[in-house]
């Protein structure tokens, strides 16, 4: 798992910086003709909503690279409670759950986000303030506590595959109450920064369930809401 959302990385990387040499190279939309009113650099990302596949090949990228590690701690226990030759297909029930239910979520996001149709850079800061305002609180750190519980997994056979991807259901609500703010910031762009800076803040949180009383978390969510306005603001 590891692996795989260390090359998920690496794909965002190369994608943002192709996007960016592209943005680099060509001339500013508000200086073509039959386009005088269009912000600069305006549409030259994969998270563009225009093109659905790409949208939703990036959006998968970012459920490698940003959840995958968050859910390492599961996989290790559904692989202990299986037989060694049910190990791959019950981590790969769970994961594949898992996967799917952070995709439907994001394109209900997206759905929402094209009908509401707000600037981008303001519903990415504006969710970032709910994270923001969400962290100081007792219940959320007893959801952190309780968000990859496992339940009981069979050791092998069809139950084995059942019970993993039952378990998948289960937890996914959990931890999407959690993780849900910052990844609906990322639906209406998916700027580099923005993920980096969420993915921090989601990581350290499951690291250090403390969330009352832990600043870390909003330190790096305000850091990333400044760096994605100033972002903006040279970009426009």
Known sequence: MS???AVAWIALIVLHVNDFAVVTHSPPMADMPDMPDMPAHAGHHHGSHENPTAWTGHWALMVVAMMWPLY???V???AAATFRRWQVVSVAAFITVTSALWIGFGWVIRGVFLLVHPPAVWWAVAWLAVAIASTHSLWRTRALQRCLR???IAPSGYRAITTSARTATRAWPRCALLCAPVMMAMVGAHQLALMVGGSVAVWWEQRHPRAF???VPVAILLATAVVVLVQFYFAS
Do not use: E, G, K, Q
Request: aromatic share 0%; net charge positive.
């Open 76 to 78: 290790a226990a559904i």
């Open 213 to 215: 009383r832990d600043r």
């Open 72 to 74: 390492a701690s599961a």
């Open 150 to 152: 496992i339940s009981l």
């Open 3 to 5: 692996a795989m959302a």
